[in-house]
């Protein structure tokens, strides 16, 4: 029902990297793309290097193939790279059933997400 969701067209200056379905909650993965929006590459390669969230390997994983694109599809600097976006969407969720007391049972959820990271290059200020 309603309108298709219609991707955004990417500038020449930018490069788009999608991970699907990752096991964690959308609130937790946000957090650490969070971390990363709005700052360079590198700081933001550097900062997911130490940090001690989980999810920060998959987020850095991303970025880096969001790097290889700008790099290697699009023929853009690496050193002039910033993160201008990193979002996440829900995914499907799997619903599961733990036997409770009583003959009852209790909703177990386990969220999936999407994680888009889009790096573009730093334009050139007077």
Known sequence: MGKQATERRLA???????TKMIRTSPYK????????????????????????RRMADTVKKTLQSAIANAENNHQLDVDQLIVSEAYVGKAMVLKRWRARARGRVGKILKPFSNLTIVVRERGETA
Do not use: P
């Not at 700052?39 to 130490?50: G, H, N, Q, Y």
């Open 12 to 18: 020449d200056t930018e490069a788009r990297a999608i």
């Open 29 to 52: 993965l946000n957090l650490v793309a969070e971390s990363i929006r709005g700052k360079t590459a590198e700081r933001a390669l550097a900062e997911l290097t130490f940090s001690k």
